[in-house]
């Protein structure tokens, strides 16, 4: 894959900003979660986030360390909260909940829903739900839109067992966000976009409820991540468009 060089202009006192262990940025994702957090070939972790990651490591002049971790306890605060990271970088939708337990950037990709099923099943859309069985990431938005939707679900604790489970036919049809879910159907022809559900979700970068220097510090990376195309370079990179 084609390396796309940051060159991020930023003047940060990284001096002064906590981290868990000096020297080390350390990050949360729960992987796989492609093409935003997945192991290539080497067994390294790569992806959209990821780079981001690094990006901000860059700056604070850091390694970087990514901390695989369950979904739940990125979601829940409680991963950031027990210092198993400084920042949980994921994929994660901001929502008021989670802003309760933790420190949201501001948001760096929109992301709303979809619906993918197989390319040669009956369902073309949400209005073809009843009666099927509905995949989703445990604890994610996807799962707590179909699950108030009223629809019939099976929770995956990651986003690599629900496509095997869509792809095995243990369950008719995936409901996640577009970013990855469009990637997918992308990557395999044995699975069919069928619908973006208009959630209006953003994603964010997160930090500890009482970590807002490090928050601050990440806004404005982000900001000149934006300023200096790097941004819309790596969205380039790994969502191509
Ligand atoms: N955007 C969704 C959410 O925040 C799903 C994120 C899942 N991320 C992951 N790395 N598995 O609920």
Same mark, same amino acid.
């Given at each position: 894959?084609?390396?796309?060089?940051?060159?991020?202009?930023?003047?940060?006192?990284?001096?002064?900003?906590?981290?868990? /262990?000096?020297? +080390?940025?350390?990050?949360?994702?729960?992987?796989?979660?492609?093409?935003?957090?997945?192991?290539?070939?080497?067994?390294?972790?790569?992806?959209?986030?990821?780079? *981001?990651?690094?990006?901000?490591?860059?700056?604070?002049?850091?390694?970087? =360390?990514?901390?695989? +971790?369950?979904?739940?306890?990125?979601?829940?605060?409680?991963? $950031?909260?027990? &210092?198993?990271?400084?920042?949980?970088?994921?994929?994660?939708?901001? +929502?008021?909940?989670?802003?309760?337990?933790?420190?949201?950037?501001?948001?760096?990709?929109?992301?709303? $829903?979809?619906?993918?099923?197989?390319?040669?099943?009956?369902?073309?859309?949400?209005?073809?739900?009843?009666?099927? /069985?509905?995949?989703?990431?445990?604890?994610t938005t996807g799962d707590e839109y179909a699950t108030s939707e009223?629809? &019939?679900?099976? =929770?995956?604790?990651?986003?690599?067992?629900?496509?095997?489970?869509?792809?095995?036919?243990?369950?008719?049809?995936?409901?996640?966000?577009?970013?990855?879910?469009?990637?997918?159907?992308?990557?395999?022809?044995?699975?069919?976009?069928?619908?973006?559900?208009?959630?209006?979700?953003?994603?964010?970068?997160?930090?500890?409820?009482?970590?807002?220097? $490090?928050?601050?510090?990440?806004? &404005?990376? $982000?900001? &000149?991540?934006?300023?200096?195309?790097?941004?819309?370079? *790596?969205? =380039?990179?790994?969502?191509?468009?």
């Amino acid at each position: 894959e084609a390396q796309v060089e940051a060159d991020l202009d930023v003047d940060i006192d990284s001096e002064s900003l906590e981290l868990i /262990t000096e020297g +080390t940025l350390q990050v949360c994702s729960d992987v796989p979660y492609p093409p935003f957090e997945y192991f290539d070939e080497d067994g390294d972790v790569v992806g959209f986030d990821v780079d *981001i990651a690094q990006g901000i490591a860059d700056v604070l002049g850091v390694e970087l =360390e990514v901390v695989q +971790t369950g979904f739940e306890g990125i979601q829940s605060g409680v991963a $950031l909260n027990s &210092e198993s990271c400084d920042l949980a970088i994921s994929g994660m939708t901001i +929502t008021e909940e989670r802003a309760g337990n933790m420190l949201f950037s501001e948001p760096y990709l929109d992301d709303n $829903l979809a619906l993918m099923s197989p390319v040669d099943s009956e369902i073309s859309g949400l209005d073809d739900l009843d009666g099927v /069985t509905v995949g989703v990431q445990a604890d994610t938005t996807g799962d707590e839109y179909a699950t108030s939707e009223g629809f &019939e679900t099976r =929770e995956y604790p990651d986003s690599g067992l629900l496509l095997q489970g869509l792809e095995s036919g243990q369950v008719d049809a995936a409901i996640g966000n577009i970013s990855i879910l469009g990637y997918q159907a992308g990557e395999n022809e044995d699975f069919g976009f069928d619908e973006e559900i208009d959630t209006g979700e953003q994603l964010g970068i997160a930090a500890q409820s009482d970590n807002q220097d $490090l928050i601050d510090a990440v806004d &404005e990376i $982000l900001a &000149e991540m934006d300023a200096s195309g790097y941004m819309d370079d *790596i969205e =380039e990179q790994w969502f191509g468009d």
